[in-house]
């Protein structure tokens, strides 16, 4: 018999002997539950492959936030449909805090509204936690590329419609929105090729199997300083520390690109509210760790811990966004 099921006896034969309503003692037995919460480690789905952003991110908040729960936060990797078949999966696991998701802008704001059936809803499925960090998107080439800029890009583009090719994490996911609306914004047409994930995409890049990706700074980053790839733009407010001589998009005529994606914590939907109180108060201690903040600034990305109703909103808002986007640039739902 688990600790939860002894206490709800215990509670249900104490309220038989003081006439206590039953109601009252189960819920006085969830709340002694949740106080122990957790009791064993706790899986972390990332709905996306080992290497990109997403896995960067979540890999860095697992470290930290197992510290501050005092149990292991194991990263359980389930790429696939631009996010979508990690996302609907862990939306379908039981809500007792031992299964949390990555929910970001590109699994749970652009990918839920580029299909015409999407596999789950982001908001009702999905209980959120907190934002862990927004994230400056680069568009990248391979070292050994002819392209200098985002203009030669576009250039190449409207030379020869659909030839240009970029790779991205999977059909309905940001990487892919943002070429569409690259080329919704220059006037061009690229051809698009899905992966399970940014990482495979950036190996065929760097392989010379495509011409430029859409990518985000934390599975960019080292591939940039290292030499391997070229970054010709970046979506940020202003030129990045690390990055001085690579213009922003709005910088290079391309402002509708310029905003930075969130990429943040959540659990299926119907957790219990003490769990969440523990989860949220555990993050925003997990968020303020000089270690975790100097790592992810590290990546070009800023930390932004928010309570769980203003995570919601920062998802519902997001979504508003992205459709009256979609609708604007016309794209065809998959």
Known sequence: MTKRMKALKAAVA???????????????????????YPERPVRLVVPYAV??????????????????????????????????????????????????????????AVNPNVYAKPAYDPVKDFTPITNIANVPGVLVVSAGSAYKSAKDVSDAARAAPGKLNYGSSGNGGLSHL??????????????????????????????????????????????????????????SPVRLPALPGVPTY????????????????????????????????????????????????????VVDFQEPAQFRQTVERSNRAWSQLIRDIGFEKL
């Open 51 to 108: 290497g990109g952003a997403t896995d960067v991110i979540a890999r860095v908040a697992a470290r930290y936030l197992g510290e501050t729960l005092g149990q292991p936060v194991v990263v359980e990797n389930r790429p696939g449909a631009g996010g979508s078949t990690g996302s609907a999966y862990a939306a379908k696991q039981p809500a007792d805090g031992y299964t949390l998701v990555m929910m970001v802008e590109s699994s749970h």
């Open 250 to 301: 709005a910088e290079a005529g391309l402002k509708p690109m310029n905003d930075m994606s969130w990429y943040g914590l959540g659990a299926p939907a119907r957790l219990d509210p003490a769990i969440l109180a523990r989860l949220s108060e555990a993050m925003r201690k997990t968020l303020q760790k000089p270690e975790l903040i100097k790592t992810i600034e590290q990546q070009g990305a």
């Open 14 to 36: 104490a309220a038989a002997l003081a006439g206590m309503p039953l109601a009252y003692a189960a819920g006085a037995a969830g709340a002694a539950g949740a106080g122990s």
């Open 178 to 235: 943002s070429g569409a609306l690259f080329g919704s914004t220059t006037g061009t047409t690229l051809t698009h090729v899905p992966y399970k994930g940014l990482g495979p995409a950036l190996n065929d890049l760097m392989a010379g199997q495509l011409d430029v990706v859409f990518d985000n700074m934390p599975s960019s980053g080292a591939l940039i300083a290292g030499g391997q790839l070229r970054a010709l733009a970046v979506s």
